[in-house]
């Protein structure tokens, strides 16, 4: 009876937890539709999210796509298809390693910074004074980390998907003997806008998805310097899980559709 209780208790707490999560994530989606909409944070948010983190997603597509490459032909190899290295390099990278890389990326660069800033306003009590001050924490602090994110992951992930197809492009043409113009043409007849569209599409729910959990874990966040930690750790982790899992989900769906 113990074991079922425990079993129980572990339910309740996990349903009560998720539906808390989705109340904020309304909440903080819609909350600027009221007005009024803060452009400045929603820059700032944006070039935090966006700009600054160029170089780290630069880095992470050009060493994905020359390792991919190079994997590509190693396997094709035992096939006679190393020809089609171009083609299954655009197609993994747009669809799947772009966004889902990015989107890791920037959840441990970008998630856990909004824990962490959330979660020291909230320890230090400065979310209590904006209320007190009839500012809205919503509007001013959630709001534009949220569409920040939502926004500026689909133009990060393009970025990376075009920087991970030049990086397979450098090992192919130095390394493999690959002729440059003919694996641009065959990647750009072999890709097609859905492919291009459904990792976008990925990008912008994994973008919503690490600013919410980012945003809720540090608004939540209790007991100090500690709890602070506690909070990012959870963002990052909670983030990397919903990404992985979501884009399961997101596949299944653009596969069978």
Same mark, same amino acid.
């Given at each position: 009876? *113990?074991?079922?209780?425990?079993?129980?208790?572990?339910?309740?707490?996990?349903?009560?937890?998720?539906?808390?999560?989705?109340?904020?994530?309304?909440?903080?989606?819609?909350?600027w539709?009221?007005?009024?909409?803060?452009?400045?944070?929603l820059?700032?948010?944006?070039?935090?999210?966006?700009? *600054?983190?160029?170089?780290?997603?630069?880095?992470?597509?050009?060493?994905?796509?020359?390792?991919?490459?190079? *994997?590509?032909?190693?396997?094709?190899? &035992?096939?006679?298809?190393?020809?089609?290295?171009? %083609?299954?390099?655009?197609?993994?990278i747009?669809?799947?390693l772009?966004?889902?890389?990015?989107?890791?990326?920037?959840?441990? &660069?970008?998630?856990?910074?909004?824990?962490?800033?959330?979660?020291?306003?909230? =320890?230090?009590? %400065?979310?209590?004074?904006?209320?007190?001050?009839?500012?809205?924490?919503?509007?001013?602090?959630?709001?534009?980390?949220?569409?920040?994110?939502?926004?500026?992951?689909?133009?990060?992930?393009?970025?990376?998907?075009?920087?991970?197809?030049?990086?397979?492009?450098? =090992?192919?043409?130095?390394?493999?003997?690959f002729?440059?113009?003919?694996?641009?043409?065959?990647?750009?007849?072999?890709?097609?806008?859905?492919?291009? @569209?459904?990792?976008?599409?990925?990008?912008? =729910?994994?973008?919503?998805?690490?600013?919410?959990?980012?945003?809720?874990?540090?608004?939540?966040?209790?007991?100090?310097?500690?709890?602070?930690?506690?909070?990012?750790?959870?963002?990052?982790?909670?983030?990397?899980?919903?990404?992985?899992?979501? *884009?399961y989900?997101?596949?299944?769906?653009? @596969?069978?559709?």
């Amino acid at each position: 009876m *113990n074991l079922v209780a425990a079993t129980g208790r572990g339910t309740l707490a996990t349903i009560r937890e998720v539906g808390k999560i989705s109340i904020f994530a309304a909440k903080g989606a819609f909350a600027w539709l009221s007005g009024p909409m803060y452009w400045r944070a929603l820059g700032s948010a944006a070039l935090r999210i966006g700009f *600054n983190s160029l170089p780290v997603v630069g880095l992470t597509a050009i060493f994905t796509g020359a390792a991919l490459a190079l *994997n590509i032909w190693d396997g094709s190899l &035992r096939f006679n298809a190393e020809t089609f290295l171009p %083609q299954i390099l655009g197609v993994s990278i747009t669809r799947e390693l772009g966004p889902v890389l990015a989107a890791l990326m920037i959840s441990g &660069r970008s998630s856990s910074a909004m824990a962490a800033e959330l979660g020291a306003m909230r =320890v230090s009590e %400065q979310i209590d004074a904006m209320r007190t001050l009839d500012v809205d924490p919503f509007k001013y602090l959630v709001s534009p980390r949220v569409l920040a994110a939502t926004l500026m992951l689909p133009l990060l992930v393009l970025v990376a998907d075009i920087i991970g197809i030049y990086g397979g492009y450098l =090992v192919a043409v130095h390394l493999l003997d690959f002729a440059g113009p003919v694996y641009i043409r065959n990647i750009a007849d072999f890709l097609t806008r859905d492919d291009i @569209v459904s990792g976008l599409i990925k990008a912008g =729910v994994f973008g919503f998805l690490l600013s919410i959990m980012g945003c809720y874990y540090g608004y939540t966040s209790r007991g100090g310097a500690e709890g602070v930690g506690s909070a990012t750790r959870a963002a990052v982790v909670a983030s990397a899980v919903l990404i992985l899992a979501s *884009n399961y989900l997101m596949t299944s769906l653009f @596969v069978h559709v």
